[in-house]
């Protein structure tokens, strides 16, 4: 039976074969609503690589005021983590793309880390990323994540010290998420030296590197890709749903933004140039 470390590190596989950069997108789930998560996400299916399901937090402390915002109302909305799971069960219905949630680590703690982590298993979830939660602490989850066949995919950031790096990398089990820059999430951030960066990292592992943080267009997506096996996608997703329309509207859009960047990738960046 195929786990969830499996099909990410499957999806990474293919993509070295074809020689082509990953696409990972990321959708806030219940944002709009329930029913706009699923088709935003079936959409997005169609040119990506993996797929981040965003948990909305009262208090995402990682994340940008694009993103923020779409947390807030989804939990105005009324979403729950109940309701996450079934959106969940519905998109692996849908596709066979690895799926992974992004979440913080209190609403994980709240709903129970064991519950919390065989729940998104049998939801179709293949892996967590959790942003506020440090390597040094991630030892309870990440023992029930592996039981369970999920990856606890580590994060880095320009600011990690070499000592850090190396414990991160001892973690991964399918791919590390480096962050383009410090602060927060959001598609106007100015980009640093990721070349540097990447180098660092890739001393201390083989495994992939996908980079977040800043990814907007296909141009910068491709800048960024010229360092790392795949980009992130979030906040400029985010916009495009919250840019207004009816929900075809809503879905052309993203499917056009999330359709030129992979275009851009899938060819080797000339589109994006």
Do not use: W
């Amino acid at each position: 039976m195929i786990t969830g470390i499996d099909r990410i590190n499957n999806s990474f596989k293919t993509l070295g074969e074809k020689g082509e950069k990953g696409l990972i997108t990321y959708v806030t789930a219940g944002f709009p609503s329930a029913e706009h998560t699923l088709e935003i996400t079936r959409e997005l299916a169609r040119h990506s690589d993996l797929i981040e399901i965003g948990i909305p937090f009262s208090d995402p402390v990682a994340d940008g005021p694009v993103i923020q915002n779409s947390s807030y109302r989804a939990l105005a909305g009324g979403i729950k983590l109940s309701g996450i799971f079934n959106l969940a069960e519905k998109i692996r219905g849908g596709t066979d793309l690895p799926l992974l949630f992004m979440t913080y680590y209190n609403p994980v703690m709240r709903y129970g880390i064991e519950n919390f982590v065989r729940n998104s298993r049998d939801s179709g979830v293949d892996g967590l990323i959790v942003p506020d939660l440090p390597v040094e602490e991630d030892h309870i989850l990440r023992e029930c994540a592996v039981s369970c066949g999920l990856s606890l995919v580590p994060l880095a950031a320009p600011t990690s010290t070499d000592d850090r790096i190396s414990k991160i990398a001892a973690r991964s089990d399918s791919f590390i998420y480096c962050v383009s820059v410090t602060g927060v999430t959001g598609s106007g951030k100015e980009i640093g030296d990721l070349k540097t960066f990447s180098d660092r990292v890739r001393k201390k592992t083989s495994h992939p590197l996908a980079v977040g943080f800043g990814i907007s267009g296909p141009a910068v997506a491709c800048r960024s890709a010229a360092h790392f096996d795949a980009v992130v996608v979030g906040s400029a997703i985010v916009k495009a749903v919250d840019a207004g329309g009816g929900l075809p509207v809503i879905v052309e859009r993203v499917g056009r933004l999330a359709g030129g960047i992979k275009d851009a990738l899938r060819n080797g960046c000339d589109a994006g140039e």
